[in-house]
Structure formats: structure tokens, C-alpha cells
């Protein structure tokens, strides 16, 4: 989508909507897959990529991994050794970021000098733990943010670092590791939130046939391994963008998903019980979830593992009765946007009632907005927000930066229209 500007009708939306392919598992599936000792078939990923998957893609290929798009998925050609003079470009993706800079290191030889480099508000995310702990494993790495100067040489040992600024930095360390001569820990130096995507690379890892201990604190992680592919590697749906239209089910007209793992490592399967606790009516059959209206009422939320579910989840609770209080929220802040200050900000400007703390969020619900006004601030959530929002306006809702979408749902507004959504299109030029 190359338009700037969305303007969506007010009205509800219900139907059926199969899951798109979760952009967290295919992040760390084509990773491995490059890894590996020979061809994977990645299925589950087709059509139109995500902007984010596009930069992992990008940036392996960069690396030297060859990959063909056929009709039954990806078929990825392993990488067998870093091209010198080798630009790794991570588009917009975080994930993409935190989790080629430790293979990089691994992979690459200390005369080597590879170039990362990333655009928007990708060179302002955190990056300092992870260049501190890879500098302390014999890695140069310059300057403090991208465009980033990186050598290799990485060396295996005990690897300090905190749990709760980003899950990636685990994962990144958890692909390069298993590469290195001899043994290696993981060791956290405060708790760990987000586990559940950890888990997620742990179970892709071993899919692999990668082996890492779980130990008190942290995870063992022998050396020397080989990434044994598995021949096929199915991407499952994603629960984190489903939420929005299971979201849309609770205040609008029944909407069933198909095509999720009720047993996923996903955290934001949460949204399951998360509307329960909002009052929805949702039921689970096979890979199916079906999400249907029912009077809601605020609730308090920790979204310490489940951050990206909070844009979607405000506007279910300024549909809500009652107050909403998202809690353990500060990393919000630290993700494309001040998520904290632009979904409070998106809320204010279609009527809703909000109020924004340091760490946390509270949503005082009516049932309805007015519309009007929004902007996305490039954020790809923030547009799912706004699209929902639809469901409770009462006028029209203008949305600037809409083309933030393509980052990981680039067919959102397609799938809106087959909900029976109805919208506008106009570039800005």
C-alpha cells in the first residue's frame, strides 16, 4: 500500500478470516534455515511478504543465503560463508537487527567488516546491551548506533545480560552460540519478560536439532553444533495481528480465525483469555477461534509479555464500561513509536479517554468514539489500532502514515474489506 492517507467508514465487521503466517516464527525459521546443512522448504509464507520478513530476507541474502519463492513456499539455500564487503540492511525490523548481530559475529572473521545499517526510528532502539556484551566476546563493533561497523571473531564464555529491555537480544545470542567452538551460557541479569518469544526460539532451534539447557538463570549452550534442517518448516498463524479482528468480534459482529495453534509459544495467544476477562464470548475449536459481542468491562492488565497486544486491546477497553489500566507498559516506549504517548495520543484524537504514565496506561471506556483526526506515527500497530476503532466511531476516521502497515500485515486492509469494512484511499504523493 503506497497511500499515506486511510480514511475509514464507521460500522461493524464480522466474518470468517484465515490467520496470516506469524512474522516472529518466520523471522527466526529463515534464520535457521540459513544456517543449516541444507535446503529447508518454509511453507506458510506466501503472497505478499511483510516489509519486516522482506528485511530478514534482504539481509541474508546479503550474507549469502539464496532463497526461491515456488508455489508450495520459501525454498532457502543455506549460507555457507560471509561474502567480504557484505551491507546488511534491516529496513525498519528490530528483530531482524537483534538477531543477525550476534550470527553476524559469529560467522564473520575478524578481518572482516560488515556494514549494518536501518532506517525510521530503527537506529533509535536500544542497542547498548547487546553491543556491550558482544564487544566483551572479542567483537568490534562501532560506532554506538547504526550504521553500525561490525568484525567477527566472536568467543564462546558467559554471556551477562538483562531480561527485561528486549527478548531479541536472547534470541540473537541463542542463533550465534551453538556456532562457536566451545561452550557457552546465557545468563540473565534481571527477570525475563517476553518469555514467550524465547521460548519460540528455543523450540525453533531445536526443530533444528540445536541443543540448548535450560539452567537456574539462564540456558547452556554447547558448542560446535551443526543446524540440521528438517526438510519442511510450517510457519503458524499470528496471533499478535488475529487479535485485532478477534478484538473486532468482542464489540462488533461475531469473527471466527482460522489456522492458530492453541498451543503456540506465541504470548500474545493471550488475547484468548484477555477478552474472556473483558466479558467477550469466545470460543476454541481445532485451530479455530471465534470472538463474539458481549457487554465488556474494563479490566487490569500486566503487558509485561504481551506488549504488542496493547494498541488493539485500548480501543477494546474505550469500547468497554469502566476503567482499563495496562500495566508494566514502560517498554512500549522503546518500540517504532512511544507507543505509551501515540496510542494515548490516537485515542484522545478520535475522543476516547485516556491517561498516559511513565509505565503504564488507563482507558476510561464509553462504549463508543467519536472519530476523527489520527495519525499512525508510522507504526504498523497503531494503524491496526485505528482500523478497529472504526467499529465504535460514530464519524469518519482519517488515519496519516496508514502506509506503516506494510511492516507486517500488508494485507490488513484487504482482509478488512472481506470483514465487510469499508474505507478510502490517498496518496500523499
Given at each position: 500500500?503506497?497511500?499515506?492517507?486511510?480514511?475509514?467508514?464507521?460500522?461493524?465487521?464480522?466474518?470468517?478470516?484465515?490467520?496470516?503466517?506469524?512474522?516472529?516464527?518466520?523471522?527466526?525459521?529463515?534464520?535457521?534455515a540459513a544456517l543449516a546443512d541444507?535446503?529447508?522448504?518454509?511453507?506458510?509464507?506466501?503472497g505478499e511478504i511483510s516489509a519486516?520478513?522482506?528485511?530478514?530476507?534482504?539481509?541474508?541474502?546479503?550474507?549469502?543465503?539464496?532463497?526461491?519463492?515456488?508455489?508450495?513456499?520459501?525454498?532457502?539455500?543455506?549460507?555457507?560463508?560471509?561474502?567480504?564487503?557484505a551491507c546488511a540492511d534491516c529496513?525498519?525490523?528490530?528483530?531482524?537487527?537483534?538477531?543477525?548481530?550476534?550470527?553476524?559475529?559469529?560467522?564473520?572473521?575478524?578481518?572482516?567488516?560488515?556494514?549494518?545499517?536501518?532506517?525510521?526510528?530503527?537506529?533509535?532502539?536500544?542497542?547498548?546491551?547487546?553491543?556491550?556484551?558482544?564487544?566483551?566476546?572479542?567483537?568490534?563493533?562501532?560506532?554506538?548506533?547504526?550504521?553500525?561497523?561490525?568484525?567477527?571473531?566472536?568467543?564462546?564464555?558467559?554471556?551477562?545480560?538483562?531480561?527485561?529491555?528486549?527478548?531479541?537480544?536472547?534470541?540473537?545470542?541463542?542463533?550465534?552460540?551453538?556456532?562457536?567452538?566451545?561452550?557457552?551460557?546465557?545468563?540473565?541479569?534481571?527477570?525475563?519478560?517476553?518469555?514467550?518469544?524465547?521460548?519460540?526460539?528455543?523450540?525453533?532451534?531445536?526443530?533444528?536439532?540445536?541443543?540448548?539447557?535450560?539452567?537456574?538463570?539462564?540456558?547452556?549452550?554447547?558448542?560446535?553444533?551443526?543446524?540440521?534442517?528438517?526438510?519442511?518448516?510450517?510457519?503458524?498463524?499470528?496471533?499478535?495481528?488475529?487479535?485485532?479482528?478477534?478484538?473486532?468480534?468482542?464489540?462488533?459482529?461475531?469473527?471466527?480465525?482460522?489456522?492458530?495453534?492453541?498451543?503456540?509459544?506465541?504470548?500474545?495467544?493471550?488475547?484468548?483469555?484477555?477478552?474472556?476477562?473483558?466479558?467477550?464470548?469466545?470460543?476454541?475449536?481445532?485451530?479455530?477461534?471465534?470472538?463474539?459481542?458481549?457487554?465488556?468491562?474494563?479490566?487490569?492488565?500486566?503487558?509485561?509479555?504481551?506488549?504488542?497486544?496493547?494498541?488493539?486491546?485500548?480501543?477494546?477497553?474505550?469500547?468497554?464500561?469502566?476503567?482499563?489500566?495496562?500495566?508494566?507498559?514502560?517498554?512500549?516506549?522503546?518500540?517504532?513509536?512511544?507507543?505509551?504517548?501515540?496510542?494515548?495520543?490516537?485515542?484522545?484524537?478520535?475522543?476516547?479517554?485516556?491517561?498516559?504514565?511513565?509505565?503504564?496506561?488507563?482507558?476510561?471506556?464509553?462504549?463508543?468514539?467519536?472519530?476523527?483526526?489520527?495519525?499512525?506515527?508510522?507504526?504498523?500497530?497503531?494503524?491496526?489500532?485505528?482500523?478497529?476503532?472504526?467499529?465504535?466511531?460514530?464519524?469518519?476516521?482519517?488515519?496519516?502514515?496508514?502506509?506503516?502497515?506494510?511492516?507486517?500485515?500488508?494485507?490488513?486492509?484487504?482482509?478488512?474489506?472481506?470483514?465487510?469494512?469499508?474505507?478510502?484511499?490517498?496518496?500523499?504523493?
Amino acid at each position: 500500500m503506497n497511500n499515506d492517507i486511510l480514511t475509514i467508514v464507521p460500522g461493524l465487521v464480522g466474518g470468517i478470516l484465515p490467520a496470516i503466517p506469524a512474522k516472529a516464527e518466520a523471522h527466526r525459521t529463515l534464520i535457521a534455515a540459513a544456517l543449516a546443512d541444507r535446503p529447508t522448504l518454509v511453507q506458510g509464507i506466501s503472497g505478499e511478504i511483510s516489509a519486516d520478513i522482506s528485511a530478514t530476507l534482504q539481509v541474508l541474502s546479503a550474507l549469502g543465503m539464496t532463497f526461491e519463492n515456488t508455489s508450495d513456499g520459501l525454498r532457502v539455500q543455506p549460507l555457507t560463508s560471509i561474502p567480504d564487503l557484505a551491507c546488511a540492511d534491516c529496513g525498519e525490523s528490530g528483530s531482524t537487527l537483534r538477531f543477525i548481530l550476534p550470527v553476524i559475529a559469529a560467522l564473520a572473521d575478524r578481518e572482516q567488516e560488515i556494514t549494518v545499517c536501518g532506517r525510521g526510528r530503527l537506529p533509535e532502539r536500544p542497542l547498548k546491551e547487546l553491543l556491550a556484551v558482544l564487544r566483551q566476546h572479542g567483537v568490534t563493533v562501532v560506532p554506538e548506533r547504526l550504521p553500525l561497523r561490525i568484525s567477527g571473531g566472536l568467543t564462546a564464555g558467559d554471556y551477562e545480560m538483562p531480561g527485561n529491555v528486549s527478548s531479541q537480544y536472547i534470541s540473537g545470542l541463542l542463533f550465534a552460540l551453538p556456532l562457536l567452538e566451545c561452550e557457552s551460557q546465557i545468563l540473565l541479569t534481571t527477570p525475563l519478560e517476553s518469555a514467550g518469544y524465547v521460548e519460540m526460539t528455543l523450540q525453533t532451534l531445536e526443530k533444528f536439532s540445536v541443543q540448548v539447557e535450560t539452567i537456574s538463570g539462564g540456558w547452556r549452550i554447547p558448542g560446535r553444533q551443526q543446524y540440521r534442517s528438517p526438510g519442511i518448516f510450517v510457519v503458524g498463524g499470528d496471533w499478535s495481528n488475529a487479535a485485532l479482528w478477534l478484538a473486532a468480534g468482542a464489540m462488533a459482529l461475531p469473527v471466527t480465525v482460522t489456522g492458530l495453534d492453541l498451543c503456540s509459544s506465541q504470548g500474545d495467544r493471550a488475547v484468548v483469555e484477555i477478552l474472556r476477562r473483558f466479558g467477550a464470548k469466545v470460543e476454541c475449536k481445532g485451530d479455530s477461534v471465534r470472538v463474539s459481542p458481549a457487554e465488556l468491562t474494563g479490566i487490569t492488565l500486566d503487558v509485561r509479555d504481551t506488549p504488542d497486544l496493547l494498541p488493539v486491546l485500548a480501543v477494546v477497553a474505550a469500547g468497554a464500561s469502566g476503567v482499563t489500566r495496562f500495566t508494566n507498559a514502560a517498554r512500549l516506549r522503546l518500540k517504532e513509536s512511544d507507543r505509551l504517548a501515540t496510542v494515548a495520543a490516537l485515542l484522545r484524537a478520535l475522543g476516547g479517554d485516556v491517561q498516559e504514565y511513565p509505565d503504564a496506561l488507563e482507558v476510561t471506556g464509553h462504549g463508543s468514539l467519536m472519530g476523527g483526526r489520527c495519525d499512525a506515527a508510522n507504526d504498523h500497530r497503531l494503524v491496526m489500532a485505528a482500523t478497529l476503532a472504526s467499529v465504535l466511531a460514530k464519524d469518519e476516521i482519517v488515519l496519516s502514515d496508514a502506509h506503516a502497515v506494510q511492516k507486517s500485515y500488508p494485507g490488513l486492509l484487504e482482509d478488512f474489506r472481506r470483514l465487510g469494512g469499508k474505507f478510502s484511499l490517498r496518496s500523499t504523493g
